[in-house]
């Protein structure tokens, strides 16, 4: 069974200062990795996605993803938090070999940016 | 182009009633999918629509919930009888057919349902 986990229901960081936002997954064979976001009273926005090649994926905002296939993991990253990143963070994954199936989604993960 | 709309925004209905929740996806897509959203949960798999194959209803919490796509574009999700656990907010999203299952969900804003 595939599945998603967001180890911290919370991230706080300081403006300016670099955050990480975690995500371990598991699946059975290998996975497309997805990062979403979601604003206050907003729906849920695309963020930036793992499907093949390099293990860093760039993505909107400023963000950036690292898949560590070992760690079964896919870290959302950003080198310099703004105030305006505060939000919830989703990690979804699917697994390759099971193309015709919806995203797993976790828990997610509220990021709190101070001034 | 437009994105993902869901009707109503909001629906407060008393324990007991049935109540039907739209959405309409980004002109071709082919996939369709229902999540619920309920606070400290996630987002739950309800219910998936892939073109004209059978939808795959496995993640549907119990058979007061039904789902239908029409004409392959427009989805309505029912539930019948609600309870008061029915009360969350429920996602509609769209993306494009499988291609190998790479291509990103675009979501709703999304109706948050009520039950008094």
């Known amino acids: 069974a595939q599945s998603v986990a967001q180890p911290e229901d919370q991230v706080n960081v300081a403006e300016g200062n670099p955050l990480t936002v975690k995500c371990t997954y598991s699946?059975?064979?290998?996975?497309?990795l997805f990062w979403y976001v979601q604003y206050p009273n907003r729906g849920l926005q695309f963020l930036l996605k793992y499907i093949t090649g390099d293990n860093l994926v760039k993505g909107s905002y400023g963000f950036e993803a690292e898949f560590n296939k070992s760690q079964t993991s896919f870290h959302l990253k950003k080198p310099s938090a703004l105030v305006s990143d505060s939000a919830l963070y989703f990690c979804a994954v699917r697994e390759r070999e099971q193309a015709g199936t919806a995203l797993i989604f976790g828990k997610g993960t509220t990021l709190s940016v101070s001034s | 182009g437009a994105g993902v709309s869901q009707s109503p925004s909001n629906k407060v209905t008393e324990k007991g009633k049935d109540v039907e929740l739209r959405c309409d996806p980004i002109s071709g897509h082919t996939a369709l999918y229902w999540y619920r959203q309920s606070l400290g949960q996630g987002l739950e798999f309800l219910i998936y629509f892939q073109g004209n194959s059978a939808p795959d209803k496995s993640g549907l919490p119990s058979d007061r919930f039904s789902a239908e796509r029409t004409g392959g574009s427009v989805s309505t999700l029912t539930i019948q009888r609600t309870q008061q656990e029915d009360s969350a907010v429920y996602l509609c999203?769209?993306?494009?057919?499988?291609?190998?299952?790479?291509?990103?969900?675009?979501f709703g804003p999304g109706t948050r349902l009520t039950v008094t």
């Open positions: 699946v059975s064979g290998n996975p497309y």
């Open positions: 999203a769209s993306s494009f057919g499988l291609a190998g299952g790479t291509y990103e969900q675009y």
